[in-house]
Structures are given as C-alpha cells and as structure tokens.
C-alpha cells in the first residue's frame, strides 16, 4: 500500500499551523517563510478548478466593488 500525499493539501496544512501560531513569538524570517509557502501554495492551486471558482469569485467581488464606487 502506498500513501500518496497532494503537495498542494500538505501545504495548506502547513499554512494553517503557522498562522495559528502567536504573533508575537514571530521574527522576521518566519514570516517571510509563510508568505513563501502561500506563494507555492497559490501556485499550486491556481491551475485546478478550485483555484478557477476563487479567481472567479474575487473577479466578481472586485467587479461588484468598482462598480458601486461609480
């Protein structure tokens, strides 16, 4: 039996560990490794079909707000 691991799930499980984290117990570098993460995470993401409903859903929020400023 071989256990397969999504790379994309992992990551989002990672992501979610260290924002539950302190903020103060943070330094620099460990912020600037989350944001890293979230970048590879986005980049996983962008191409399924999930990541297409959320690019979706923020265009028509964006639209939603540009058009009530008008």
């Known amino acids: ?3 397969t691991i999504n790379v994309a799930v ?3 499980v990672i992501i979610v560990v260290r924002l539950r984290r302190r903020t103060e ?3 620099r570098s460990d912020e600037q490794l989350t944001v890293l ?3 590879v995470f986005g980049v996983l993401v962008a191409p399924t ?3 297409h409903g959320v ?3 923020v265009g ?3 639209e939603g707000i540009t058009q009530s400023g008008h």
Do not use: E
Request: hydrophobic share 70%; glycine share 4%; aromatic share 4%.
């Open 55 to 57: 690019i979706d859903v």
């Open 25 to 27: 117990a943070r330094k």
């Open 60 to 62: 028509q929020v964006t």
């Open 37 to 39: 993460i979230v970048l």
């Open 1 to 3: 039996m071989v256990l």
């Open 49 to 51: 079909a999930f990541g």
């Open 10 to 12: 992992l990551l989002a």
